[in-house]
């Protein structure tokens, strides 16, 4: 997209007619909360921040900013790690705050039709009085947005069982970069014609503003347990992941936490955690009484043969509760101990745990950096956290080459650069690891033909390669119809 030279006081002045002028913010100390997403290493101050109220102040504003080739970047909680939300200099952040309305709960289709600012952890809350939830957890739910939670196909410690948000969302009304308005899905359990809500889940704001979404509610199990199993050698944890899944358990989360991580979680929660061991992993057994209680007898036998050090299983709801709670708090936790931490993001066949786990080690110690472990294990989505200190010149940078390193041997043994975090600005230059020049480009076809002007969130997600401009432009035009 060719940035023609804007009127930022004419820009100004008519988005004020369209949105509540308190809501147009430009002065540089409001607009400062903008600069970055919960990956702040990278930072830029937005131009204007727009914070509309409704459906269609997001139409104009969008319409208004395609007609004038304005870049547009969508925010919802800010609680994203790839720098996907990180404003442009010469764009407008549009935050979706305002859309906080769960607008129907529907106990017996069970399904909840939610706007997109409603935080993941609302959506259950409001079920729980009819017995259901919203199954898709990430750590920060409290804070982050279903909306959110769409661009970068969020999962979290539950996702091993009950899927990602793309197998819980049913359908997604979102307004095109032109502003015109689209329903994509249905609230039915299926629809016809191409799955275009699948390639929306997970674009990272690049094909659309969502405004409305319809998801699946679950019922709550009769019972659930979490079983705690310690080990003094991370190979054993890792090949008691792989043992758990070939026994033919499917565990509702099965996660996964070094030493490090164990003993920041346990310092900053009181959750009971094993410091003294080298890893831990946390597996939770859900559904009726019967099958919880047979399934969690077979995982504590399991765990013993492999060689935990010792294996402990909740006893109520409230000590099930603080297990999960020392795992969620882990990224916090992490943060007291170290002036910065850098959260990467990729996954890995479950075969493969121990032995990246354990180059991820010798990678810590050739960069000189500790290295923090907590993530799903059961679908192999690491979560390692690069620990180092801003104020040092070049650890930044050494962090960054660390990070590239893990995602590079994610790749090498058949893993993908991300699992929940999505590509953003943070991993873009890692993309041709995994996608040839080809891939690439019909990527970047799918976001011209969403995007033609590019006005959503450029430079995200996609590398502009050279080839894919070349291949653009000679291109033969589509045939017209062919007479019957």
Known sequence: MKNPGHNWSEITADLNKMVNTDFVIEDRESVKPYECDGLSVYREMPRIVVIPETTAEVSSVLRYCHERLIP????????????????????????????????????????????????????????????????????????????????????????????LTVHNVLEAKLLTAEGEPVTLGSASLD????????????????????????????????????????????????????????????????????????????DFVHADYPTEAEAMLLCELDGSVEEVEEYT????????????????????DAELELLWKGRKSAFPAIGRISPDYYCMDGTIPRGQLAFVLKKMQSLSEAFGLRVANVFHAGDGNLHPLILFDESVPGELDKAEAFGAAILELCVEVGGCLTGEHGVGLEKIRQMPLQFSENELCQMGLIKEAFDEAGILNPGKGIPILKRCQEYRSIAPAPAGPVAG
Do not use: W
């Open 191 to 266: 629809d016809c014609g191409m799955d275009l809500l699948a390639l929306l889940i997970g674009s990272e704001g690049l094909l659309g503003v969502v405004t409305e979404l319809t998801v699946k509610l679950l019922p709550r199990p009769e019972a659930a347990r979490v079983v705690l199993a310690a080990f003094d050698d991370v190979q054993l944890a890792g090949d008691a992941v792989a043992r758990i899944i070939s026994e033919g358990i499917i565990p509702a989360g099965l996660e996964m936490m070094d030493q490090l991580a164990i003993i920041a979680a346990e």
């Open 72 to 163: 547009v970047v969508t925010r919802g909680a800010g609680t994203g790690l790839s720098a996907g939300a990180m404003p442009l200099a010469d764009g407008i952040v549009l935050s979706m705050a305002k859309f906080t309305q769960i607008l129907e709960i529907d106990p017996e289709s069970r399904i909840a039709r939610v706007e997109c600012g409603v935080r993941n952890l609302a959506i259950s809350e409001a079920a729980r009085p009819y017995g259901l939830f919203y199954a898709p957890d990430p750590s920060s739910q409290i804070a982050c947005t279903i909306g959110g939670n769409v661009a970068e196909n969020s999962g979290g410690v539950h996702c091993l069982k009950y899927g």
């Open 297 to 316: 007898a077979r995982i504590e036998k399991l765990m013993q043969e492999i060689g935990a050090v010792s294996v402990r299983v909740s006893r109520s």
